[in-house]
């Protein structure tokens, strides 16, 4: 079983994605409020909402599979051989940072920014994973029970942005920057150890294994929990591997018009073409 969220008009709801067909789960605008509920996984298996041939809905119906997380933290230099690779010491403790829900856009929407933010757009493919109940102060053991399932996420980067501080905040959170979808898989149907690809207008840019992370998610959804509680709904973004564009000599960014599809076999596809503001 999967589960999306679709839009409807000026609205959206939950569904659960079946083989060839999508199943509205009513009474839950979006997968995070599903996961609200201590049973979403049998209210998502036994809902019997309208439903309608997956290849009929329109790619751009898909939102962000979870459209108001309460937090999204994000994850930096967390893939093993990308830190080798750069000549640095495996770390510690997870690098973090945290995105606002305004930065989500949907699988297949555009993504638009105004010229100041697009002077050095850069690409990150991830796995996000998704919680799917209250996690506080967990041990690593314990921490694997509050993952609901896992999807795919780019953390599209203003790296002109982010280094004008040491704090990388500001290049990360822009409004209308990052996909997120299409589906959540939930967690017992994925196992770590798939590819991961980001491609621009069709070349690869990054290809990793998700097993390669230096901090699993187990460990992540542990240490941010014993910072801050982790709600159901909320978005961890486990970090992306070599391969992007500000670490290529020359380097190498997205501009307008440009196609980024971000892949996880397994989980799913983003399709995301770059619309720059005049």
């Avoid at 979870?66 to 994000?74: D, L």
């Avoid at 506080?136 to 999807?151: D, K, N, P, V």
């Avoid at 097993?211 to 460990?219: E, Q, R």
């Avoid at 391969?243 to 799913?268: C, F, N, Q, W």
């Amino acid at each position: 079983m999967k589960l999306g969220t679709l839009r409807t008009g000026l609205s959206t709801t939950a569904v659960r994605v079946d083989d060839d067909s999508v199943v509205e789960i009513a009474g839950f605008d979006d997968v995070g409020a599903l996961l609200q509920e201590p049973e979403w996984s049998s209210i998502a298996r036994d809902a019997e909402g309208p439903s309608r041939r997956t290849s009929d809905v329109a790619p751009k119906d898909w939102a962000p599979v979870v459209t108001r997380p309460s937090k999204i933290v994000c994850v930096g230099l967390n893939y093993a051989n990308h830190i080798r690779e750069m000549g640095r010491e495996l770390p510690e403790f997870p690098t973090l940072f945290a995105k606002y829900p305004e930065a989500l856009i949907g699988p297949f929407d555009d993504i638009v920014l105004p010229s100041y933010a697009a002077q050095a757009l850069d690409w990150e493919a991830e796995l996000a994973l998704v919680i799917g109940a209250p996690a506080r102060r967990l041990e690593e053991e314990e921490a694997l029970s509050a993952i609901a399932g896992f999807t795919v996420i780019n953390d599209v980067t203003m790296r002109d942005f982010q280094y004008r501080t040491p704090e990388w905040f500001q290049g990360k959170t822009f409004e209308d920057s990052t996909p997120l979808g299409p589906f959540l898989t939930l967690r017992e149907d994925y196992r770590l150890g798939t590819e991961l690809q980001s491609r621009v207008d069709g070349e690869v840019m990054q290809s990793a294994t998700t097993d390669d992370l230096v901090f699993g998610p187990a460990a992540l959804v542990s240490y941010i929990s014993k910072i801050v509680t982790l709600n159901p709904g909320d978005v961890i973004a486990t970090g992306t591997p070599g391969g992007v564009g500000h670490a290529r000599k020359p380097p190498r960014y997205l501009t307008d018009g440009a196609v980024l599809t971000t892949s996880i076999e397994g989980l799913g596809i983003l399709t995301n073409a770059v619309r720059v503001e005049a």
